[in-house]
């Protein structure tokens, strides 16, 4: 209450911040992240790999979605045995995640990937044949950015902030 301004994403943050938490409009400002376009950004020598989606697993939280896209996953593997999906983030034990993956026999289709560098991030963004961000409600969506910038073709919802910051 006693900022003078607040600073947040997108209009649908700003949106909500007004709504949910009584700010007032004339306080709050809109100013959208981004990334480094000359770190993400196609590359032309790396092959892309027909049967590899990549998504994040950064929270371990319903409303990211990671269980709609694991049961996409499954259902998909029954036409395309060798489809696999890379999860940017760690798996986390007696997670939900793990539990979906489990129940879903999916434990050879789906490899977690962290610890590892930007460049090996885009590298990956553009081995994928497309990108996922299953989220029901994102206040921006980096890694919607981070795949587009690099080329690789993105499916996401329409959950909060993702239309404002992948398009109509």
Known sequence: ??????????????????????????????????????????????????????????????????????EALAKLRTEYPDLHLILIGRLKEGSAAQRTIEELDLADAVEFVSGVTDERIVELYNESACAVVPSLYEGFSLPAIEAMSSGCPLVATTGGALPEVTGP
């Open 1 to 70: 209450k006693r900022l003078r301004r607040i600073i947040t994403v997108s209009q649908n943050s700003f949106d909500d911040i007004c709504r949910t938490h009584g700010v007032s409009p004339e306080r709050l400002y809109v100013v959208p992240v981004g990334v480094d376009p000359e770190l993400f950004r196609p590359l032309e020598w790396v092959e892309r790999r027909p049967r590899q989606i990549i998504s994040t697993a950064s929270a371990d939280v319903a409303m990211k979605g990671q269980r709609f896209l694991l």
